[in-house]
């Protein structure tokens, strides 16, 4: 088993910049991939951000990349997000999500921390 815990959320003026983190326990040896998903009220769950637990590889949701960074810390089994130049319309709720493999289902879900935009 995994547990994965957010943290990093908060209220931000749009243009700001938050980071967040999500600190991994357990089983982290048997971790492929880490990923950030969020959901705005009354829409549905959009992929943010992925990379490879091990390697470099990372991948963005559309129109994400170049204002979001994932990164990752394995000696902290920790990933983070580094949210930049930040919208109204980022606000929602932001998970960290991990699989034990290379496609598919993500296993693992933190319980979500909250990112408020204001404009």
């Known amino acids: 088993q995994v547990q994965l815990v957010e943290s990093g959320g908060g209220l931000v003026q749009a243009g700001g910049s938050l980071r967040l983190s999500c600190a991994a326990s357990?089983?982290?040896?048997?971790?492929?991939?880490m990923g950030w998903f969020r959901q705005a009220p009354g829409k549905e769950r959009e992929f943010v951000a992925s990379?490879?637990?091990?390697?470099?590889?990372?991948y963005y949701g559309d129109s994400l990349k170049g204002r979001f960074t994932i990164s990752r810390d394995n000696a902290k089994d920790t990933v983070y997000l580094q949210m930049n130049s930040l919208k109204p319309e980022d606000t929602a709720v932001y998970y960290c999500?991990?699989?034990?493999?290379?496609?598919?289902?993500?296993?693992?879900w933190g319980q979500g921390t909250q990112v408020t935009v204001s404009s």
């Open positions: 999500a991990a699989r034990t493999t290379q496609f598919g289902s993500y296993n693992y």
């Open positions: 990379i490879r637990w091990s390697g470099s590889s990372s």
């Open positions: 357990g089983r982290t040896s048997s971790l492929y991939t």
